[in-house]
């Protein structure tokens, strides 16, 4: 049995000669990643929060720790009054990129979980897990069924879409319905497929992605009965009044800024770099062109910001 989980395994991912990258902002882990996603089990509901935490090396490559924690509340009389639960740690999880694939640890073994330059049919089998972690031995077969492109946070983001089937006789809850992002990963359950039974019956289940937010990016929000990305700060913005053109740049080194006519006076324009840090502040002028040449490319953050009125931001690309 071991032999036959062994081959399956190697089939799917024969470039295992091609070293690991450490976290690849593009792909997978930018700084400050978080995903949330509902869980629920019994009269127990609430949110599992995974968080990037830190690189480290597992078999001499790199790879990246993600922390898991179950906020939790318990229905009194559902659906109208619950009370508070605790917050309880779950296993970590380990990841690694290699090329445009994302790999899972599990059983001592890295499997492909998501592989952003599959084209359709492409296929590969991958762990399933409950909350407690990985199934001893349950597999899921993946299959593409689409692939594609989508703009998402002012950023171009590639996605696919696939099916899943048990292998092995290995039983399996719900389904990748959804489209699954570079960086955001599955937006229709939780990160990884499931089981229901692994680690004792009915151990809970973690439901439809909530959101994402990362350092440098807009906190992006899923409504998961349209199946519609938002990304939240970012939408505020441009309903306010507060637009940056062009975006990207494409290499005129300079952003024109329009505003609310409704605007302080008082208010200000801070550009911030990846990290948080200010590189520019002007004064907020609508119709200003601000002349960024200084700054190198890459993506940043302008904040508006004037006493007494609520902070906006927009992404924008220097290119």
Partial sequence: MKSILLALFLLPTFHLTVKAQSANPAIWCPAGATWVYNYGVFNEFGTVTVQY?????????????????????????????STP??????????????????????????YTLYDFAAVRGSTWPTPMVTPFGPCASGLAQVTVDSVGRQVVGGRSLRWFRAHLTPVAGATMAGSWTGRIYEQLGNLAQYMQPQSPI?????????????????????????????????????????????????????????????????????????VLDITGR??????????????????APGIYTLRLSAPGTATLFQRVVLE
């Fill in 198 to 270: 692994c680690h004792g019956t009915d151990p809970g289940y973690m439901g439809a992605f909530v959101g994402f937010r990362a350092i440098g990016w807009p906190s992006i929000g899923y409504n998961a009965t349209s199946g519609t990305l938002l990304a939240t700060t970012q939408a505020r913005a441009e309903a306010a009044g507060f637009t940056v053109y062009p975006n990207p740049t494409a290499g005129t080194g300079f952003l024109t800024v329009q505003l609310s006519p409704s605007t302080n006076p008082e208010a200000q324009l801070t």
């Fill in 278 to 295: 200010p590189v520019m502040q002007q004064k907020a002028v609508a119709g200003h062109t601000m002349d960024v040449r200084s700054l």
């Fill in 85 to 110: 639960g605790p917050a309880y740690s779950l296993p970590k999880v380990v990841t690694r990129v290699v090329n445009d694939r994302v790999e899972v640890q599990a059983t001592g073994l890295f």
């Fill in 53 to 81: 935490q830190r690189d480290t090396v597992v078999a001499g490559q790199p790879a990246q720790i993600l922390t898991r924690v179950i906020r939790s509340s318990f229905w009194v009389a559902f659906p109208t009054v």
